[in-house]
């Protein structure tokens, strides 16, 4: 599938916003069906590697802080695809921010429908000021569109928005390392995401967009050094022969 998107618009915001702003109507399904279920199961683990300890107990009338008192920062939230894993975990306030208007009114739709605090900013993460807000920070399939640069801030960004002690997590479908499963994968990210995209009413265009920002992001681990450059300790994951990749961690106590 042919694109005549000029490469120099690839990290452009508004660029990014339109894209997921076409997408908005179909990305659930289509996410769900064209990654055979994996990206609900690479967010949950995703969620997971950020250990959010289970809810409070009180022990000899000493009161534990627990995921009910805990703020996570949801970066690139889109319709909020990771709220069902925070909110099973117990955790009952989140910041959501995504930058396209399309996500964001759906994200608030969605979020009428759990018994949380979610408030959805529709701005881009970069332009966050909320420094040392987050016990989390969490990230699913949002690194790929950013530019080399934009990672660099983004790394940034986490460390500024987390308490000290603060846990961070971000999974990106990744570019698979063996030839034969990279080959197969670039004809399905290429080819078949798109056929499927305009079978299912999307646009093809667009979603042929996701599978060239996949290949160009590679894998996390770039962002996992970044990451570390700022302090903050950083673990790199390989899911499923490098189909999907994550990093987590946390920012050191004071
Ligand atoms: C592939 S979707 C991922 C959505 C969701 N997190 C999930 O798990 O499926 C990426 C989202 O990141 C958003 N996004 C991309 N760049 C952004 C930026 N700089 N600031 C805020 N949101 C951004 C897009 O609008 C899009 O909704």
Redesign the pocket.
């Known amino acids: 599938m042919k694109t005549k998107e000029p490469q120099d618009l690839w990290h452009n915001?508004e660029y990014?916003?339109g894209?997921?702003d076409r997408m908005a109507a179909t990305?659930g399904v289509l996410?769900y069906i064209t990654s055979f279920g994996f990206?609900e199961r690479w967010?949950k683990e995703c969620v997971h590697l950020l250990g959010i300890p289970s809810p409070t107990s009180q022990t000899r009338g000493i009161t534990a802080k627990g995921p009910e008192d805990e703020v996570v920062y949801?970066?690139?939230?889109?319709?909020?695809?990771?709220w069902p894993s925070l909110t099973s975990a117990g955790i009952s306030r989140i910041v959501s921010?995504?930058?396209?208007p399309g996500?964001c009114g759906r994200a608030r739709e969605n979020a009428k429908r759990y018994n949380a605090d979610i408030e959805v900013l529709q701005?881009?993460?970069?332009t966050l000021v909320d420094s040392g807000q987050a016990d989390y920070v969490v990230?699913?399939?949002?690194l790929?569109?950013?530019s080399d640069s934009?990672r660099t801030s983004l790394a940034q960004k986490t460390r500024e928005l987390l308490k000290p002690g603060g846990r961070f997590a971000f999974v990106e479908i990744s570019a698979a390392r063996s030839w034969w499963l990279g080959f197969l994968y670039r004809f399905y990210l290429r080819r078949v995401i798109p056929l499927l995209g305009r079978l299912f009413g999307g646009d093809a265009l667009a979603y042929g967009m996701?599978g060239k920002y996949t290949e160009s992001f590679g894998d996390c681990r770039q962002f996992a050094e970044e990451l570390q450059n700022e302090g903050l300790s950083a673990q790199y994951r390989s899911l499923f022969f490098g189909c999907a990749s994550t990093v987590s961690g946390s920012k050191p106590e004071d």
């Open positions: 915001p990014v916003a894209l997921f990305y996410n990206s967010r949801d970066l690139m939230t889109g319709m909020g695809e990771a921010v995504d930058l396209s996500m701005k881009d993460v970069m990230c699913c399939f949002g790929k569109t950013l934009d996701l």
